[in-house]
């Protein structure tokens, strides 16, 4: 069974940083593209970042210079490290795996940490 953790969401000012942790088990993790997505109340879940298996990333244009999507395969962990932030980035954002490229969402899902961008 696939199971994506999440962790490392919370509160923080405008310009801050944080840095978000999904930890995988359950599957063959080195073989994956890993995705962290988000959604906001009433939109549609988006595409943050995402890595393949290869180490080929994406980003939406929102976030381009200001996250960096990483993966330890040793650990089967994917991080997403998220500098510079914005009121705009204050969502839930969640975990996402499958087999597919870096644009395909997968079909495994975490159960998502909040951020928040707030003074």
């Known amino acids: 069974q696939v199971q994506l953790v999440e962790s490392g969401g919370g509160l923080v000012q405008p310009g801050g940083s944080l840095r978000l942790s999904c930890a995988a088990s359950?599957?063959?993790?080195?073989?994956?593209?890993m995705g962290w997505y988000r959604q906001a109340p009433g939109k549609q879940r988006e595409l943050v970042a995402a890595?393949?298996?290869?180490?080929?990333?994406l980003y939406r244009d929102s976030v381009k210079g200001r996250f960096t999507i990483s993966r330890d395969n040793a650990k089967n962990t994917v991080y997403l490290q998220m500098n510079s932030l914005k009121p705009e980035d204050t969502v839930v954002y969640y975990c996402?795996?499958?087999?597919?490229?870096?644009?395909?969402?997968?079909?495994?899902w975490g159960q998502g940490t909040q951020v928040t961008v707030s003074s």
């Open positions: 996402n795996g499958g087999r597919g490229g870096a644009s395909q969402r997968g079909p495994y």
């Open positions: 359950g599957m063959l993790f080195s073989i994956y593209t």
């Open positions: 890595i393949e298996s290869g180490g080929t990333t």
